[in-house]
């Protein structure tokens, strides 16, 4: 029987016996990510792997794994794995995307409302003893309503955070490499759409061209008080830009779901900031949502393996 090896315990153990009609299957059990040497050695001889994010798939692994048929990974993102050499050596990639988009919009937006209203701050300020009397100038923060959305990336995701703001009675502006029919906002250019938004939001995927997209000569653009949102992956901003941006007063704060490195080093001044909230990749963490997201590598795998066609095929 062909091996499949699965790089982390998955939502629902049933999806595996599933895939153990078709296959000789290894989980890896332990709770952190098996490390390069781990997953070269255990993915050796292996027909297929069903991957998540944090598995650096690189040119290196794919010339040594000469068995692989399918690298099926559970995220809509596939830039941890190098698509060109698996191209070249014939092996299929497949991704997870569509059953995220909701998740990760609601996830967006739950961060977009927490900067507006400073409930970071508000919270720590509590914590810290500091709520006094009642106040009317104290933590005042910034209304949604006729406040312009600036969205860059009009993709699935970026089109649902469109729609939810729109519920806000926001002014949605975007930004991607052309315009889009069915995008609920207007096309604006990427220097209009800095200095005009209230609110920013990052929807890009990662690849060459949008690895450290937004730095220094963004930020100050942006209008001071402006927010900036990251569901999508850390490395699309500059982190040292974004943090010199906050703490000189540049942009009025930032909501990063995705860090560049991952997770964040406790002790990076980002979270020194008072106006800036990070979240540690949340986007598609829900419970039906992760179920989704296996349920789709797993079945790729089986399609692949019973049909010779996969429904996600990245490439
Ligand atoms: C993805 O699927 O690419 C997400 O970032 C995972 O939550």
Redesign the pocket.
Same mark, same amino acid.
């Given at each position: 029987m062909d091996k499949i090896f699965i790089t982390r315990i998955l939502p629902d153990v049933q999806l595996i016996n599933n895939l153990k009609e078709h296959f000789e299957v290894e989980v890896w059990e332990k709770s952190s990510p098996p490390n390069t040497e781990e997953l070269l050695m255990k993915s050796k001889d292996c027909w297929g792997i069903l991957t998540m994010?944090t598995e650096k798939i690189d040119n290196d692994f794919i010339i040594k794994n000469q068995k692989l048929k399918i690298i099926a990974?559970?995220?809509?993102?596939?830039?941890n794995i190098d698509i060109e050499t698996a191209k070249q050596q014939n092996i299929m990639v497949t991704? !997870?995307p569509d059953v995220?988009t909701e998740?990760?919009a609601e996830l967006t937006f739950a961060l977009l409302l927490l900067m507006a209203k400073r409930l970071p701050e508000a919270n720590q300020a509590i914590r810290n003893n500091q709520w006094g009397p009642w106040n009317p100038n104290w933590m005042l923060g910034k209304d949604l309503k006729n406040a312009n959305l600036g969205i860059i990336g009009p993709g699935k995701i970026g089109n649902a955070v469109a729609k939810i703001a729109k519920s806000f009675s926001m002014k949605i502006n975007y930004y991607g490499r052309d315009p889009k029919i069915d995008f609920p906002g207007n096309y604006m250019q990427l220097e209009k759409l800095l200095v005009t938004s209230d609110y920013i939001s990052i929807h890009l995927?990662l690849n060459n061209e949008t690895n450290n997209f937004l730095n220094a000569k963004h930020f100050k653009k942006m209008k001071q008080d402006a927010i900036l949102i990251n !569901?999508?992956?850390g490395k699309i901003i500059n982190q040292d830009d974004l943090l010199q941006a906050i703490q000189s007063n540049e942009i009025g704060g930032a909501a990063l779901d995705?860090t560049d490195p991952e997770p964040i080093d406790s002790s990076s001044p980002l979270l020194q900031m008072q106006n800036i909230f990070v979240s540690p990749?949340?986007?598609?963490?829900t419970k039906a949502t992760r179920y989704k997201?296996a349920k789709i590598a797993i079945d790729n795998l089986i399609s692949y393996k019973i049909k010779n066609y996969c429904p996600n095929a990245v490439i």
């Open positions: 994010l990974n559970m995220a809509a993102g596939f830039d991704n !997870t995220l998740s990760t995927s !569901t999508s992956r995705v990749h949340l986007g598609s963490a997201m």
